[in-house]
């Protein structure tokens, strides 16, 4: 159904329309002034000092001071050069706006705006040299440092032209198309070009730049008709079929394991799908040799996603930012449409609340992109919200129906250089949110990204000497979901040398137990780490203040200390993680006497460090250290007791709704849980 269907048939979408054409109104009422200088990268449009993006207003002309959102006001390079990056994707965006609002109006205002646009990128095009100021690593552009950028931001310019073709209009004319003609040409020499450096010379047919490039180039193709290249893209070396076989796994997670870049990569298959649909190619139901599909992709964002429909941050990837939250929106959109799934439905309308603060489509990707109405849509795939092991991508869920808590535990490949020092991290999640977050990550020009997010310390996990783990990959012992419970066991033995780590995780519909056990060659600091926005003691617990940082530099010296725990030894700590009394997470700590357990502030989520978060440290010093926690309702602390063999925890009691456990630790079988 095109624009002007929509808006005649739903309301929702002349809603939309009517505020997008008053947007462009305001817009349209300035003189069109794009930027003769390219852009630089993105990433270093960070505050150096508070490592929050800076902020960007789409309609300043010519920026020359760029503004923290605390107050510093930055000035000169790198910042110009990240801030044009932000200013030339807003007339991309505006571009595709203005023949989006043409589509539904047939106003000649808008798709002139639109096309005068087009043109005046035509005549700069061909003035920026192959950007000099890149950095070395980077694929080269010639309107942005990177080529990926200027794939993106050409994918964007391209939707827009062919919009305004489809529509059709005085804009359109034989001289605009001859002077666009040039443009085109050098995009698609240059895209041919990095996309033969990067898969024939640099032999990375596996990255997402692939996706990108090869979504650019077949915009450029489709506008002229070009069937014979367009299928090129889809087979052979970095094509397509082949980019989906290597660039995702089995399990159908982008093969970095990071959430972010999965979309990313997702995003640039549709636009590729949408081209070739032109020319009467059906891509969206094709797939990889072991299964990998657009379809699949989709559905792992659902198991990804919590009650709220918010997407976990796994690896890099922003925590909550508005461009992030419109690739998001065009994905599920385009998803929603084809497969039909009210599955996907949470995360959509997730994605339009961190846009426009209500969970209803708004905004041009709800224009463009979306279908019907969104509360036609049916659950389809229960399974989808069940518990869920992605092995080949090394990441497992744990969800009970109707169940108090859920679960999400990573254990897979490092990912590279998008990966996290984080293996057998837990995130923990409720119907109110995320309880214990990963923290997502702050754009690469902070140093906050190899300081505090990408650092074991940032994470759920154990730090062994007070220093991240190393980059490696840990081990799926065992993954049962029964009918009562699902129990996992992960292990690591490469995060430390001589160091063992294993996590066991047994997930009820009432509670959760986290039992992580920890073996060392010689005696060292052995810390377990838990962050969580909401953490706090709970009432009548012994704690009394401490003030400080646990060191001056490198990782724990984004630490300060708040309290610490002084109850008896062998006695039970107990916080709460979230939530009023009876409905929120109480989480009880088994201590030991060499046990230390500090609540501590750290820097907050990705998307605003500044605002501190509460962090746990339970930190032990010798060869051996267990550290159990029970998670269940406030209202129903669970009460603990262990007994050791050999210096070793071999079992533990506990109680939860005057019903009495013990959980058995086996070397082999890892827990046996029994209701006494």
């Known amino acids: 159904m095109n624009i002007s269907d929509k808006v005649t048939k739903y309301e929702w979408a002349a809603s939309v329309l009517e505020h997008l054409q008053k947007e462009l109104d305001s817009v349209m009422a300035s003189p069109l002034d794009i930027p003769v200088e390219p852009g630089g990268w993105w990433h270093q449009y960070v505050c150096p000092e508070h490592h929050t993006e800076l902020l960007f207003d789409p309609n300043e002309a010519d920026a020359q001071q760029f503004n923290c959102p605390y107050g510093c006001k930055l000035h000169g390079e790198p910042y110009r050069g990240a801030w044009l990056v932000m200013k030339h994707q807003s007339y991309a965006r505006y571009a595709l706006q203005a023949a989006a609002v043409y589509a539904g109006t047939h106003d000649e205002r808008y798709a002139k705006w639109s096309m005068d646009i087009l043109l005046r990128y035509a005549e700069q095009f061909p003035k920026y040299p192959v950007h000099p100021e890149a950095e070395s690593w980077m694929l080269k552009g010639r309107a942005f440092h990177q080529a990926?950028?200027?794939?993106?931001?050409?994918?964007?310019?391209?939707?827009?032209?062919?919009?305004?073709?489809?529509?059709?209009?005085?804009?359109?004319?034989?001289?605009?198309?001859?002077?666009?003609?040039?443009?085109?040409?050098?995009?698609?020499?240059?895209?041919?070009?990095?996309?033969?450096?990067?898969?024939?010379?640099?032999?990375?047919?596996?990255?997402?730049?692939?996706?990108?490039l090869n979504a650019a180039l077949a915009c450029l193709y489709a506008r002229r008709n070009d069937t014979e290249r367009l299928k090129e893209l889809v087979e052979g070396e970095g094509g397509l079929k082949h980019h989906l076989t290597i660039g995702v796994n089995p399990d159908q997670l982008e093969y970095e394991g990071s959430t972010y870049y999965h979309v990313f990569v997702l995003r640039a298959y549709f636009i590729l799908a949408e081209m070739a649909e032109r020319l009467g190619i059906d891509l969206y139901s094709i797939t990889g040799e072991k299964g990998q599909s657009f379809e699949g992709m989709l559905d792992v964002m659902v198991t990804l996603a919590n009650d709220q429909g918010e997407l976990i941050a796994l690896h890099d990837g922003p925590y909550q930012r508005v461009p992030y939250a419109r690739e998001i929106a065009e994905t599920v959109e385009i998803g929603l449409s084809r497969y039909a799934k009210g599955d996907y439905v949470p995360i959509l309308r997730e994605a339009y609340r961190q846009m426009y603060g209500k969970p209803d489509r708004a905004g041009l990707e709800a224009l463009v992109y979306g279908q019907g109405r969104l509360d036609e849509y049916k659950v389809s795939i229960p399974e989808l919200k069940a518990s869920c092991l992605l092995e080949s991508s090394g990441f497992v869920i744990g969800k009970r129906s109707s169940g108090l808590l859920s679960f999400y535990a990573d254990f897979g490949e490092h990912g590279g250089s998008h990966g996290h020092y984080d293996k057998l991290h837990l995130t923990l999640s409720n119907k109110d949110g995320w309880l214990t977050p990963e923290l997502g990550m702050v754009p690469y020009g902070s140093r906050m990204r190899k300081d505090w997010y990408a650092c074991t310390e940032s994470h759920?996990?154990?730090?062994?000497?007070?220093?991240?783990?190393?980059?490696?990959?840990?081990?799926?012992?065992?993954?049962?979901?029964?009918?009562?419970?699902?129990?996992?066991?992960l292990r690591s033995t490469e995060a430390y040398e001589g160091c063992k780590l294993d996590r066991h995780l047994l997930l009820t519909a009432d509670w959760l137990m986290d039992w992580f056990d920890v073996e060392l060659e010689a005696v060292e600091t052995i810390d377990w780490w838990m962050h969580g926005p909401k953490l706090y003691p709970a009432e009548d617990?012994?704690?009394?203040?401490?003030?400080?940082?646990?060191?001056?530099?490198?990782?724990?010296?984004?630490?300060?200390?708040?309290?610490?725990?002084?109850?008896?030894?062998?006695?039970?700590?107990?916080?709460?993680?979230?939530?009023?009394?009876?409905?929120?997470?109480?989480?009880?700590?088994?201590?030991?006497?060499?046990?230390?357990?500090?609540?501590?502030?750290?820097?907050?989520?990705?998307?605003?460090?500044?605002?501190?978060?509460?962090?746990?440290?339970?930190?032990?010093?010798?060869?051996k250290a267990s550290f159990i926690n029970v998670y269940s309702r406030i209202g129903d602390p669970a009460k603990l007791s262990s007994f050791q063999e050999a210096d070793t925890i071999q079992s533990v009691e506990f109680s939860i709704q005057s019903t009495d456990w013990r959980a058995v630790r086996h070397a082999e079988r890892g827990l046996e849980i029994v209701k006494l």
């Open 148 to 212: 990926l950028t200027e794939a993106i931001w050409a994918t964007t310019l391209l939707r827009a032209y062919l919009l305004l073709q489809d529509v059709g209009g005085a804009a359109v004319g034989v001289e605009a198309l001859e002077r666009l003609e040039p443009f085109f040409t050098m995009l698609e020499e240059s895209m041919t070009q990095s996309r033969m450096l990067l898969v024939h010379e640099q032999k990375k047919p596996e990255s997402n730049y692939t996706a990108w």
């Open 460 to 489: 759920n996990t154990v730090v062994i000497g007070e220093g991240s783990q190393a980059a490696h990959k840990g081990e799926l012992i065992h993954y049962e979901d029964a009918q009562d419970w699902t129990y996992v066991w």
């Open 541 to 623: 617990e012994l704690w009394r203040p401490t003030e400080g940082l646990l060191q001056e530099s490198g990782p724990y010296s984004n630490v300060r200390t708040v309290s610490e725990w002084i109850g008896a030894p062998n006695e039970c700590a107990h916080l709460h993680l979230s939530g009023l009394e009876g409905e929120g997470i109480s989480m009880t700590s088994l201590l030991s006497p060499a046990s230390r357990l500090v609540l501590t502030e750290t820097p907050g989520t990705a998307d605003r460090p500044l605002d501190k978060i509460k962090g746990l440290l339970h930190r032990q010093m010798d060869k």
